[in-house]
DNA sequence: AATGAATGAGGCTTCATTCAT
DNA sequence: TATGAATGAAGCCTCATTCAT
């Protein structure tokens, strides 16, 4: 009677879902957030604008799926494996491999990236997203304090906002001057003194 | 019509260009780019939105003007009387001079910084303002490897670079995160790992 | 198939239908016509919009469903049990027993008798439902001027436009004064002029 | 060095103002609020949709300067005139004076009244206009007090409902019924009773 | 030089209706 | 019979830009 079964008709809206949220962030990533139009989304993605509205209730929303989305992937992509890897490694190595694999997935999830660092200088009047980012820095920041704690760094804390700041920043300019920024010779400087 | 009433006439001109400039920056940094209307920023600086346009042939040309004409003053503002006090003061202590006025000028300029941040992410299909944004960068990027050479700090260029996305990085976070980022503490870090 | 199971479908179709029409009414009632959408409706019944289109071909369809099948019961409600009180009821008696009724029933079904004034101003380019509601003037005109006769009052048939017209306008303000209308002094005076 | 005068603009924009709300009350009342567009408003005001949003902040504040615009000049016609006549009218033929005028203006001005009638209808969620027509309703009610008092009737404040219910009831059945109400005879009937 | 009325394209969103399943 | 994903037209509104005065 009913028209196919749920589950499967769930997991088609959750493709879907997917669907929209990946090219959105393309979409984001592109041109920025005010310069996408939901049109331009729709039709990226080969859909209908009103569509867009049957998965998330407004554009906005649809930017803190977007985020919700992406972020705890990337974040997970830098810091996965470390577990694992704590056992073989000593401190200093494990803050080099994660290290690495913050360059690696800054550079493959440089939309995301950009979005997000833009998105963070002008969320004043949407304070949904705000919080979005700022669980996101918040989470960023918890993550390197644990690692520098496993090295027994003083004032870990403090620390970790450092190398967190330093990191972004250096994905800041990288994106800014694009060519024109030596990543490689900046991401070796920055391991050497962090395992110094 | 006389030449004298021409010069006035232009130095009054200069005058209302700079106005506008600084009312739209002022107006950008609170709402940002793409949420300042044209009438927002003529209505505040009391002008008619059709004399805006005998100004600035566009809106993204007033962003340019803004960003032309704002930066490098915030960019002296911080290295400002360096070449004063590099008679008087060690090399470390001019780098700690710096860093304070970084802050200071981070601070009280804030709503300039944070919309160049933005714009910087999302400049790709505006090149004129791509090309001031990276000049600013390497502006600040020089500046800061003179006073590391000074210091005869061994890769200078490189760690320039890195300090440099430091400060980015921590104006980045303070701004996103607000009163939660305890930016003396990290301010003060800093400055003692640089001086180190 | 077979064809019991015909006439069992025959009257679940027709109990859906009611349903329906029912949900219809206390959602346009509530909202108004235009406010209500066909969604909302297909939720508050609990089917889905699809099902609505299997019994109504479109959302005016079901409007002109919702006042033929509501209105001619909120009429009978008011005048219902007259024949039966015709008997042992003067006409005086009876009068009053009806504007009673009248001002019960327009507080229980508020809705339908907003939804139908508001609708009766706006008919012109809708002839199917101008035309229910018009019959059901008609027949309100007509019951009330039986009523009139069986008084022996004179000019029946002008003075039964008179009193309705007189409900209606009282109907008409208080809805839209609400608690500050005092309905129940109006109505009182209403009755002893009616029965003087 | 200004173009126009201040004055002479003031009042070109205030022609503008009278025209978009004429148009819009011919719109309103011919197909309802809510089947009304902007753009057919503008479409017959021969204006650009854009520029109705000088004149009003959207679509609802329309409406409510068309009422505010409209409404009391009605009223005012209806009442008009009374002062003067009031010297040499009995208070009687005052009362029917004025229930000429009634009846005159309900004829002239059918769209604003079919339209203030339908809204009365479904304003729950529109609060400004109900406000608005509450007032509305609130003058006409005083007026009437006023011109029984006059007449030494007693109870003058519950009379006055009666009577204005009575009005809008005929007004309201009118509208519906067209042509197959005998409008002159009613309003024959309403006078000799009201003077009686 | 200066105004601001006017335009028109485009943005976000809603919703009646259809149709594959 | 029943679902609800999907469409597309239309609605309200904003705003950069132009132009008559």
Redo the contacts with the bound molecule.
Sequence with gaps: ????T?QA?EK??QK?REQIILTALENFAKRGY?R?????IAKTA??????????F??????LIAVIEYVVPQAVEKIFSGITKKAKTLTPKELMSFVTDRFFEVMQEEAGLWKLSMSLSMQVADMPKIHQVIVQMYDMVHRKIEELLKRNNVPDAAIKARLIAAQLDGIALHYFVLGKNYNLEAVKQAFISEIVS
């Excluded at 009677?1 to 196919?4: A, E, G």
Aim: charged residues 30%; glycine residues 6%.
């Design positions: 009677m009913s028209p196919r749920k008709n088609l809206k879907r005010h996408t139009s939901i049109s331009d080969g859909i209908s604008k009103g569509l867009m509205y049957n998965y209730d407004s554009k906005e929303d649809l």
